[in-house]
């Protein structure tokens, strides 16, 4: 069953039929959730921002990637989606139904990376303005979910943030063997990440330790 270009309002009684309240536990997609406020986010993302510690930042990031691998996981087995695209615009809506915002994709390449805005996220509208990106966490479950819409492990970066421009955010969600993307934004890589390899070794690490052998890890 595809969601492919499914109108925002099916969408939303098509994932009501996985949403379950069962004895004070939220199911969704068969995974545990919380409902948090964005407040949650706006206080977390301020102290690491105030620490200064650019390791906190990855961590951030990574608990982000792993929440969006195992959503958009869960997501692709439950509706059956085979195509790359069906996997990028069903996750995309996703995240649109969950309160990400809008999006507007730019560029998507199968395999390679995909290019896209977000538009109305409140979390960095929370931070405007800012003289710095804040979207860490959002880049990060980006990434773990482009990571099964590619089928490669993936990696997010932020080139404009509404939390600095008070309009919207966008992104570029690249596979770990896109050249392109590595060598023309290396010094935003090394800016928006403390260890960019070490980021790479634990999601190998975690990607090996689920044993999912669809995605390509080197």
């Known amino acids: 069953m595809s969601m492919l270009n499914v109108p925002k309002s099916v969408l939303k009684l098509l994932l009501s039929r996985q949403l379950k309240w069962i004895e004070g536990k939220i199911n969704l997609l068969n995974t545990s959730n919380f409902i948090t406020p964005v407040e949650f986010f706006e206080y977390y993302t301020k102290f690491i921002k105030e620490r200064g510690n650019k390791k906190d930042v990855d961590e951030y990031y990574l608990s982000g990637w792993v929440a969006g691998y195992v959503i958009t996981k869960n997501l692709m087995q439950t509706y059956k989606l085979k195509t790359p695209q069906d996997r990028y615009i069903t996750a995309m809506n996703f995240l649109e139904v969950g309160g990400y915002g809008n999006y507007k994709t ?94 790479l070794e634990f999601e190998r690490n975690h990607i090996k330790k689920k044993k999912e052998k669809e995605i390509s890890v080197s």
């Open 106 to 199: 730019i560029e998507f390449r199968p395999g390679v990376r995909s290019h896209f805005f977000y538009l109305t996220n409140p979390l960095p509208l929370k931070f405007f303005p800012s003289k710095e990106p804040v979207c860490d966490f959002i880049r990060g479950i980006s990434a773990g979910g482009g990571t099964w819409v590619h089928k490669k492990i993936v990696n997010s970066i932020e080139l404009k943030c509404a939390a600095v421009n008070g309009k919207y955010c966008e992104f570029i969600n690249f596979c770990f063997d896109d050249k392109k993307t590595i060598k023309g934004y290396n010094k935003l890589i090394t800016n928006q990440f403390y260890k960019y390899r070490d980021i």
